[in-house]
């Protein structure tokens, strides 16, 4: 934590956030963090705090004072009781830390609870832990113990830059905590929204001339339908970041038309190991080549295994993920060119099994999304009793009011006839006029 308090020092009258128009200095940020160590010391004898709050200014200097007291630290952005409960109880947060009118509320839930044996380890070794929560999209979220010291040590390295950040995604998630990092460690700004509507986030980037936007498809795509970017100046963006989800070549071929003059990037991470440093071979392409002196890279079964240096240490409520000398199966399938350059082109959990044939949606979705007259997709597989399972499209048209569900669903069968094999041809086109995205602004599959 010493290097970031002494950039800090040295970044002063810098701008480090902006939210709901009020403006944060580094050096204000120094105070926030001075106050919190001081409401702190009343709490020496806990280690596992969580934060109840999405990223504002105060959340995010409490989680930084928290880590330069040696705590656990668990964010929460959930609103649904249960779920907070869920996180509570399994990584035995001892305090409940939230904000009411900007002003730190302590709560202690549970006086003799005992950290989990990840998080001891890490505590006594004199180190800060953070613990992370899958969507749970497939089933009961995965809590992930890292070392934040470690997490945290990647960014150490990171030339001060005086540049403009949008934090679209939440600090409960690795791809939020390390736009956070990142950001702080450059001394750059970041401006933080209430509401990440495309109209809302359209709005700050032209009002506080953002430079770097990073990001989903899913939102992406938001932007081009909702035509929130044809509304304000979008001029000072410089780059768009994107990862989470796999980007589907024909928005990105959208995305450039809308944004000629802007670099994109296409990062790559897991939960499990951090976000990975990566090179685009070009803003038109899919294919990427990881740059990271910290993580190695293999393919086993047209898998991508990754190891890294900022894996996490576990599961608090799972078994390890990791197979043999610390290699992490991630799920994505990929082709590699023979220069190095990689391109995911599906996911393990979400291939389609259609009478022992695999489909992988993003292949599907790819061909539905030459159709003009579509704007969006998302395929899945639905169970059969002859096939084990069928393919399903639902897909959201240009125009809802005047389509013709029938003919556009024929027409979608009849454009993958034409482009796809018999069995990866949706057996059932649903027409709905949007797709479900979840907090962390990821499609989701039914």
């Known amino acids: 934590m010493g290097y970031l308090v002494e950039r800090f020092e040295d970044f002063g009258k810098n701008i480090a956030f902006i939210c709901r128009g009020e403006v944060y200095t580094y050096t204000q940020l120094l105070e926030l963090m001075e106050n919190y160590q001081c409401l702190l010391k009343a709490f020496d004898d806990y280690s596992v705090f969580s934060i109840n709050s999405p990223c504002i200014p105060q959340s995010a200097s409490m989680l930084l004072s928290l880590y330069q007291s040696g705590k656990c630290i668990v964010p929460i952005c959930e609103s649904d009781e249960d779920q907070i409960n869920l996180r509570w109880d399994t990584a035995s947060v001892e305090v409940s830390c939230s ?9 202690i839930l549970n006086r003799n609870a005992n950290p989990p044996d990840l998080v001891r380890e890490v505590l006594e070794g004199g180190d800060s832990a953070i613990v992370l929560f899958s969507s749970g999209t497939t089933g009961a979220p995965k809590a992930m113990v890292h070392n934040l010291d470690t997490l945290v040590g990647t960014y150490q390295r990171k030339k001060a830059r005086k540049i403009t950040f949008l934090l679209s995604l939440m600090f409960d998630h690795i791809g939020g905590l390390n736009t956070l990092f990142n950001a702080l460690s450059m ?30 498809p899913t939102f992406l795509n938001l932007m081009l339908i909702s035509e929130s970017c044809k509304r304000y100046d979008l001029s000072s963006l410089r780059m768009i970041t994107y990862g989470t989800e796999p980007m589907p070549e024909n928005l990105l071929s959208r995305l450039r038309g809308e944004f000629p003059k802007v670099r994109f990037l296409q990062t790559f991470g897991t939960s499990e190991t951090g976000i990975v440093t990566t090179l685009s071979r070009s803003s038109e392409s899919l294919y990427f080549k990881i740059d990271d002196p910290n993580v190695n890279w293999k393919i086993v079964n047209g898998e991508l295994w990754l190891r890294s240096r900022s894996r996490i240490l576990g599961y608090l409520n799972h078994d390890s993920p990791f197979a043999e000398d610390g290699w992490f199966p991630t799920g994505d399938l990929v082709e590699v060119t023979e220069d190095g350059y990689i391109k995911v082109i599906g996911r393990t959990k979400e291939v389609i099994n259609v009478g022992g044939e695999k489909a992988l949606p993003q292949e599907i979705e790819n061909v539905v999304l030459e159709l003009p007259e579509i704007i969006d997709v998302v395929v899945y597989g639905e169970p059969n009793p002859i096939t084990g399972q069928i393919v399903v499209a639902r897909v959201v048209p240009e125009d809802m009011e005047s389509v013709n569900g029938k003919a556009l669903a ?34 989701k599959r039914l």
Request: net charge positive.
């Open 187 to 216: 001394g750059a700004t970041l401006v933080i929204p209430e509401d990440r509507d495309p109209d809302n986030i359209c709005a700050l980037i032209e009002k506080y001339k953002v430079n770097i936007l990073p990001t989903s």
């Open 410 to 443: 024929l027409k979608v069968r009849k454009h993958c006839k034409d482009k796809l094999q018999s069995y990866k041809i949706p057996v059932k086109v649903h027409v709905v006029d949007s797709l479900e995205h979840g907090q962390r602004l990821k499609k």
């Open 99 to 107: 904000f009411r009118q900007d002003e730190a509320t302590f709560r």
